[in-house]
C-alpha cells in the first residue's frame, strides 16, 4: 500500500486481520478515519482490508520492540500522524492454571499486555506534538470477572483496565484520552477456543453463553465496533479513565 500524507484524521488498529479489529476498522474507515491496520501476520486478510479501506496494511508482532517501533514510524512517513489507537491484538491459550507452561503465560502478557504498552510510549509522543489524540484499550469482561481455563488472558485484559485508568489521569492533562472496552461474550471464531477448551460444539457453546447474557443475545463486532467508534469521536470526549462493558449485562454493578 503506498498511502501517502492525507488531511483526515488516522487510525491504528491491531489485531485487524479478522473479528472485533477487522469490523472497528471498517467502521473507523466508514466514519472519516484514514485507517492504519496491523496484525501478526502479513497476509490477504490484512492487506485486503487495507485496499478495500484505502488505508495502510503494517503486519508485525507488537510483542515485538523493533516491530512496534518500525509500525509507528511508518505510520507517521505514510498518513502524517496517529490521531487514534485502537489496541486491539490479543493472544490466548486457555488451560488450567497450575499445569500451565510459564511460556504461554508469558506470550500472553507479551501480546495483550506489554505489546500495547510499548505501542502506547511510542505512539504518545505524536499525540502530543499534536495537541491531543484518543487511545482506547480493548480489555475483556474476563478481565472484570475472570474465567477458569483462561487466568493468563484474564489476567492481561485487567491490566489493560488498569492501564486504561492509570493513562486517563496521566494523559489527560494533555489532551491524550485513553479508555478501555471490556465486551463479554462475542460471536466470533473466538468461541471456537471456548467450545474447544469444554469438548463441546461451537453451536453449543454459543447457547451456553446466551444463557449466561441478561439480554440472551451474544454480542456482534459491530456492536463493539460501534463503542470504540464513540470514543474515538467527538461524543468520548468527556470519557477519560472509563471501562465500557458492552457485555448484555453479564458484568453489571462490577467496577
Do not use: C
Not at 507488537?62 to 487514534?84: F, G
Not at 490479543?90 to 499445569?99: I, S
Not at 487466568?151 to 496521566?170: D, F, P, V
Not at 444463557?211 to 451474544?218: A, D, H, R
Request: avoid cysteine.
Amino acid at each position: 500500500m503506498s498511502a501517502r500524507t492525507n488531511d483526515r484524521p488516522v487510525a491504528l488498529v491491531t489485531g485487524a486481520a479478522q473479528g472485533l479489529g477487522h469490523a472497528t476498522a471498517q467502521r473507523l474507515a466508514a466514519d472519516g478515519f484514514a485507517v492504519a491496520v496491523n496484525d501478526v501476520a502479513d497476509d490477504s486478510r490484512l492487506t485486503g482490508l487495507a485496499s478495500q479501506l484505502g488505508g495502510l496494511a503494517i503486519p508485525g508482532d507488537i510483542a515485538d520492540p523493533d516491530a512496534v517501533a518500525d509500525m509507528t514510524r511508518v505510520v507517521v512517513e505514510r498518513l502524517s500522524r496517529i490521531d487514534v489507537l485502537v489496541a486491539n491484538a490479543a493472544a490466548m491459550e486457555m488451560g488450567p492454571f497450575l499445569t500451565q507452561d510459564p511460556a504461554v503465560w508469558w506470550r500472553q502478557i507479551e501480546v495483550n499486555l506489554s505489546g500495547h504498552f510499548r505501542l502506547i510510549q511510542s505512539v504518545v509522543p505524536h499525540m502530543r506534538g499534536a495537541g491531543g489524540g484518543r487511545i482506547v484499550l480493548i480489555a475483556s469482561g474476563w478481565g472484570v470477572i475472570g474465567h477458569p481455563n483462561a487466568t493468563a488472558y484474564a489476567a492481561s485484559k485487567a491490566g489493560l483496565i488498569a492501564l486504561a485508568k492509570g493513562l486517563g489521569r496521566e494523559l489527560g492533562p494533555q489532551g491524550i484520552l485513553t479508555n478501555a472496552i471490556a465486551p463479554a461474550y462475542i460471536d466470533t471464531e473466538q468461541l471456537r477456543v471456548d467450545a474447544a477448551d469444554l469438548g463441546i460444539t461451537l453451536d453449543e457453546m454459543r447457547q451456553r453463553y446466551r444463557e449466561l447474557v441478561p439480554t440472551g443475545q451474544l454480542a456482534t463486532v459491530g456492536d463493539i465496533a460501534g463503542a470504540v467508534a464513540f470514543l474515538a469521536g467527538p461524543g468520548g470526549s468527556a470519557f477519560v479513565g472509563q471501562v465500557l462493558q458492552p457485555s448484555g449485562g453479564v458484568t453489571r454493578t462490577r467496577a
